[in-house]
């Protein structure tokens, strides 16, 4: 069920936003104006090479929340109880939607050992181990000999009885060397055609060399014994994820959870301008006894990450159609845990409060702000100016604001992206950037 959550669980979505037409002004937020030009001027030094509308909205949307990070940063207004319950809104969701879900799942059965051997032996899934032999360039002469004798060395230490896992520890270099070597649990279809076309035939307990866009994989094909609680795992999840579906498509239909004709137009139209969440009094999701309107749904679209959030802006109907879904299929999901006795304790509470005040402390002090959640008032701008001449030069790392911050200060102060402006910062910071030099072998 947490699955449902989308805050967590946003899907690949479809490009392309529609533009309002103010073209000098790139964004608004907390009475503080963007223009075009000053987006440019960051945008055209973005180290990605040809600056793309996303680059522009991107550092657009990360200069609104840290300008209005920057304004709330001036008074105690960032750690009051009323906002810290709001900006942890997620998190207590999310805690409360977790403990119902482990009880409804303790309480199902659970997968047959016989479930685990069909899956062993039939040709649906593979478990391997790897060791990995990179190979950046695959056009390298050089390289791939000394990849080759790399692996022929590692086949005759094996052929000489030594130890995968131990091998895999010592010499592969991917992030599977830690756990043996053992790779996740593999479909059909799921790997490059090159690699499943080599590794699947592989017997239990032989090992075979499999060439792919990253290197060279040493594989070997672990026993049964050896993948059993692995393979155990992995028929639970699949039939706990199962009966979550099927649990879901019950409650949405018992409660005739309905997506309104009204819900996407809505929601464009506050993608265009969020103070319209005040006014448009219609539900864009209904079921028995409850209701979502644009003033419900609008905050846990402006908690996305901004990538997810820019995602969703420029999505098709559909897909916001079923976004607008999901959020009610989470409500009535938290309506069903809260009513079972399913939340959060004190020390969950006060573990989520100690953790947002770090992360709170953490955005600040990209701010300039020392061991305080207080900034000098009348400095945002300024401070936010150099954040980002630093994040666009890769001298700072991005962090996004902690759980639902952003969502909490943009509905507080406001904010709008103009589309247009946005475009035409793009175009100025075309003419500006400077081309990525050749790299040569």
Known sequence: MIRTAPFLLLSVLAACGGPDGRADVAAEAGGESLSPDGLATW?????????????????????VDYTLLAAAGGSTGLTDSTTVTAALLPDLSLLTLRQWHDSLVARRPRVAAGVVDSLYAGNDVRIFQQILIPLKDQQDVRAIAAARAQVDSLLAQLRNGADFAQLARARSQDSTSRAGGFLPVMRRGMPPPQFERAAWPIKPGAIGVVPSPSGIHVLRRPGLAD????????????????????????????RHLTVTEKAVPALRAWFEDPASRRTTPDPLVTWDSGKLGLTELAPWIDLLAPRAYLDLRGASDLTLERFAKELGQQHLLLEEARTAGAGFTPADRAALDSGYLRSLRESLSLLGASDSTILPKGEGPTRVAALLDGFVADKIRWRPLPSALAAVLRERSGYRLHQAGIEAAVKAARGRATPKPATGK
Do not use: M
């Open 43 to 63: 945008v055209a030094r973005v180290p990605s090479g040809q600056p793309t509308t996303r680059d522009a909205e991107f550092v657009a949307i990360v200069w």
């Open 227 to 254: 993948v059993r609680d692995r393979l155990l795992g992995y028929a639970q999840s699949l039939a706990t994820a199962k009966a979550d579906s099927l649990h879901l498509d019950s409650l949405t239909t018992a």
